[in-house]
């Protein structure tokens, strides 16, 4: 009942002459088998647009401001998100919390502002291999998620998707097994359950850590796992179209 859905997380790469050959294969090769999106860096969004408008591929970013408008530097608002027509933002990346200390308070508000724009926020959670080892999995992740619980209300998730990355496994090309990233799927929407079981059982929850063509087969398997969020394997376009066809 639920539709898969893979996402490419471009992270800060990319070029205008790059992006015009990856978005026109992206646009040209993927179907309607899945619902597909890539994030990309603010700068590339109104190509994005441009060259993706009638495709099957949706776009959106990679961030976003919990405040509206005014004197923040350096900030996006969702309203300018929702200008370029972005389906799409990702909210609390592991990157986000540990590079830019983004904590549980401030992903809640983001949430609540990319919502009240329009714009569906992709939240991540995620433990680091030191919590894994001591192991604190369960305990990290449930803490993310119940932030957005308490904060935003289980209705926020009727209209979000949520991403489950271990921290340890992006970048790194090691993948979580099919079956680690299975036990903390159930766990997330279980815990959604709790709350409302029709939102948990309706929530799109994807996987996202050294996702490839060569795993996103079993991954996609596991009765959790809804799809993909996708980072390296996203910046090419034969590997993502393999990923997309895994669905
Ligand atoms: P990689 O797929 O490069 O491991 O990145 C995962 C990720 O962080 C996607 O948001």
């Known amino acids: 009942m639920r539709r898969k859905l893979v996402v490419g997380n471009w992270k800060m790469y990319g070029s205008v002459a790059g992006n015009d050959s990856l978005l026109k294969a992206l646009g040209a090769g993927v179907g309607q088998g899945a619902d597909v999106a890539v994030c990309v860096p603010f700068p590339y969004l109104y190509q994005a647009q441009a060259l993706l408008s009638g495709s099957a591929v949706?776009?959106?970013?990679?961030?976003?401001?919990?405040?509206?408008?005014?004197?923040?530097?350096?900030?996006?608002?969702?309203?300018?998100?929702?200008?370029?027509?972005?389906?799409?933002?990702?909210?609390?990346?592991?990157?986000?919390?540990?590079?830019?200390?983004?904590?549980?308070?401030?992903?809640?508000?983001?949430?609540?502002?990319?919502?009240?724009?329009?714009?569906?926020?992709?939240?991540?959670?995620?433990?680091?291999?030191?919590?894994?080892?001591?192991?604190?999995?369960?305990?990290?992740?449930?803490?993310?998620?119940?932030?957005?619980?308490?904060?935003?209300?289980?209705?926020?998730?009727?209209?979000?998707?949520?991403?489950?990355?271990?921290?340890?496994?992006?970048?790194?090309?090691?993948?979580?097994?099919p079956e680690q990233a299975q036990e903390v799927h159930a766990l997330l929407r279980g815990r959604v359950a709790t709350a409302d079981a029709e939102v948990a059982a309706k929530l799109r929850i994807l996987y996202g850590g050294s996702v490839k063509a060569a795993n996103a087969q079993a991954l996609f398997a596991q009765p959790d796992i809804d799809g993909g969020l996708v980072g390296g394997a996203s910046l090419v376009a034969d590997e993502f179209l393999a990923i997309i066809a895994a669905v």
């Open 58 to 177: 949706a776009w959106g970013a990679q961030d976003v401001s919990a405040q509206g408008q005014g004197a923040f530097t350096g900030e996006v608002s969702v309203a300018m998100l929702a200008d370029f027509a972005c389906s799409y933002v990702l909210i609390g990346h592991s990157e986000r919390r540990t590079l830019h200390a983004e904590d549980d308070a401030l992903v809640v508000a983001k949430v609540k502002a990319a919502l009240a724009g329009g714009v569906c926020p992709v939240i991540c959670v995620g433990e680091t291999l030191a919590e894994r080892d001591a192991g604190q999995t369960a305990a990290v992740v449930v803490r993310q998620l119940d932030a957005v619980l308490r904060g935003c209300g289980v209705e926020a998730l009727d209209k979000a998707v949520l991403a489950y990355e271990p921290v340890w496994a992006i970048g790194t090309g090691r993948t979580a097994s």
